[in-house]
């Protein structure tokens, strides 16, 4: 099932965006996990916007992959980091406020960010996102 989606996705990507080859290299391993998919990127140009929204215990990573192929002005946005509250609860064994955590200690403690979160309230309930300005 998860491999059909990801052919239509890149159908459709293919015919809005025709000719990119860095689009085509992403979209030939969009069926993969994240962290394999990113393996296999190798040398491409610095992305305008990265959006992280897979797996929260693999934030951390993703937060690495991101920086890798950023330049300054990249915008990263991390979505569900603020889950109900649970991310300032230091003691949660829920491993994806803990890879959400780290990856929020990860954004602050980088120099090269400018990071903010912000909280929604909206029909799945409360929760936000990260904004991460590459400044170097
Ligand atoms: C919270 S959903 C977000 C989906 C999409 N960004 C959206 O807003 O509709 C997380 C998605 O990440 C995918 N996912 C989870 N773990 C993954 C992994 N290790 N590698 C790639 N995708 C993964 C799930 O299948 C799911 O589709």
Redesign the pocket.
């Known amino acids: 099932m ?1 491999q059909q989606w990801s052919a239509v996705d890149n159908y459709l990507i293919k015919a809005l965006i025709p000719g990119d080859p860095v689009l085509d290299r992403v979209l030939e391993n969009n069926h993969r ?3 394999q998919s990113l393996e296999a990127l190798g040398e491409c140009p610095a992305f305008d916007l990265i ?1 992280i ?3 929260k215990p ?1 934030n951390p990573h993703y937060l690495r992959w991101a920086l890798r192929y950023s330049r300054p002005g990249t915008l990263i946005i991390g ?2 980091v603020v889950r109900d509250g649970e991310v300032v609860n230091p003691q949660s064994a829920d491993e994806r406020v803990q890879g959400v955590r780290q990856f929020i200690e990860m954004m602050g403690a980088e120099p090269r960010l400018t990071a903010t979160a912000l909280q929604t309230v909206g029909t799945k309930g409360w929760d936000g996102f990260t904004l991460a300005w590459v400044n170097a």
Do not use: V
Request: proline share 0%.
């Open positions: 998860q996990a994240a962290l959006f929204d897979a797996d693999n979505d569900n």
